[in-house]
């Protein structure tokens, strides 16, 4: 890799980036390099058919040395000031309003080692309440035409089918719509059971329309923990309502978020997925394989020109992951999980009689010339361009 401008390290992401990029043939190298958050990363190029060549190929952003060698506030502080000299004031300031928000160094080092990490009680309850209401507001106006009753499943055919191929899907990156479980439907599209115990997620766009949903992605606490990861423009690109209705919540199979969320380079891309719920083995909580965010991504959805058909393809496939290899995370109500985009996980289909309700939204680390892949199913819109987190 080479260096990059200044210029180029703050790109605007814009509906056509990457676009202007020449294009060149399927790579076959494979290059170690760090991501955003200083994780040791495999790029493998094997899925990257269309893959920009880019006459400025960008640095990695630096890792959090820093955070690493020292310890405590004041590494943070230096942290900032070596890498976002433009924001340490106020990163200063969000770490006197909530320090807790901010990643230790042993914290930082689990995440690096195992592509996720848990921060127990990063929300109240009260502030769960509030999101949890503004749901029950949404859901109880829910008004889904007919042909727009789309259910959701990721399992690779089903997700084609029903779900990458249909419009109301594939322009939902910008809206908030709804999205349901299997066998909720009769062949007319009728509800047969209570609608509200029929949506398995709201998305896609919940940080940009709802006020109580843009204020808790945008808070000072979450910019804060973002920050001490080091991320120097993040963006949000996606937002989400996972429902888990009880007894029948759909299963959600093992994948990496950048099969769908595909960045150059690799290990831009971070969920944030907080429970409003107790989430526990019962009613399906998040299980991970620890260290599978070092090997590359295993398969990509393709999202076709617009008119062609399938609208979406995968390129690759998701390999047989031993079951034995998963280690479940359950959180309680208000806990915080950061997912690296490359992390192995899975959720299982709850039986349980009790709801696993979640908010989760991604970010992408816009900074240092990466480029949001233009074949991703999710695009930025004139309506809706990716916002940055720090507003
Ligand atoms: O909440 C879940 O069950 C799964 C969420 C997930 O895998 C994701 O958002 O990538």
Same mark, same amino acid.
């Given at each position: ?63 959090? %040395? ?15 000031? #070596? ?5 340490? #004031? ?46 029950? @507001?949404?859901?109880? @106006? ?11 499943? #990721? ?6 089918? +029903? ?15 709804? *999205?349901?479980?299997? !066998? ?66 759909? @299963? ?6 950048? #099969? *769908? ?26 299980? *991970? ?11 990509? $959805? ?18 047989? %992951? ?11 109500? !208000? ?24 908010? +989760? *939204?991604?970010? $992408? ?6 480029? %949001?892949?233009? @074949?991703? %199913? ?14």
């Amino acid at each position: 890799m080479g260096t990059s401008s200044q210029k180029s390290m703050f790109q605007p992401i814009s509906p056509l980036c990457g676009l202007h990029i020449p294009i060149c043939a399927m790579g076959i190298s494979v290059l170690l390099s760090e991501d955003a958050w200083g994780c040791s990363t495999q790029e493998s190029t094997v899925l990257q058919r269309d893959q920009p060549l880019r006459s400025e190929p960008a640095l990695p952003l630096p890792p959090p %040395w820093g955070l690493l060698a020292d310890s405590g506030l004041h590494s943070l502080k230096n942290l900032f000031h #070596t890498f976002s000299p433009g924001v340490s #004031t106020l990163s200063q300031q969000c770490l006197a309003v909530v320090p807790m928000a901010c990643l230790s160094p042993s914290q930082l080092k689990k995440f690096q080692e195992d592509g996720f990490l848990l921060l127990e009680g990063f929300l109240t309850a009260e502030e769960c309440v509030a999101m949890q209401e503004r749901i029950g @507001e949404i859901v109880a @106006e829910m008004d889904v035409p007919l042909h727009c009753r789309t259910e959701f499943s #990721t399992q690779e055919d089903e997700q084609l089918r +029903t779900q990458g191929n249909t419009d109301y899907f594939l322009s939902s990156g910008d809206k908030v719509r709804f *999205f349901f479980e299997k !066998g909720v439907f009769d062949k007319k599209g009728n509800f047969l059971v209570p609608p509200e115990k029929s949506v398995n997620k709201i998305g896609h766009a919940l940080h940009a329309h709802e006020p109580v949903f843009r204020s808790v992605t945008h808070s000072p606490k979450v910019q804060a923990l973002i920050r001490s990861l080091g991320l120097q423009l993040p963006v949000v690109v996606q937002s989400m309502y996972i429902f888990k209705q009880p007894h029948f919540g759909g @299963e959600v199979f093992p994948h990496q978020d950048a #099969t *769908f969320l595909y960045t150059e380079p690799l290990g831009r891309v971070l969920g944030v997925w907080i429970a409003m719920e107790d989430a526990t083995l019962e009613n399906g909580c998040l299980w *991970f394989i620890p260290g599978s965010h070092t090997s590359g991504v295993s398969r990509r $959805m393709i999202r076709a020109p617009a008119g062609s058909s399938p609208a979406t393809s995968f390129l690759g496939s998701e390999p047989a %992951w031993d079951n034995n290899l998963f280690v479940p995370l359950p959180v309680r109500r !208000g806990g915080l999980v950061l997912i690296h985009g490359q992390v192995v996980h899975k959720s299982e289909q709850n039986l349980s009689d009790r709801s696993r309700q979640a908010y +989760t *939204f991604h970010l $992408m680390e816009a900074a240092a010339g990466t480029v %949001w892949s233009p @074949e991703n %199913w999710l695009q930025p819109t004139t309506e809706l361009p990716f916002p940055p987190l720090y507003i």
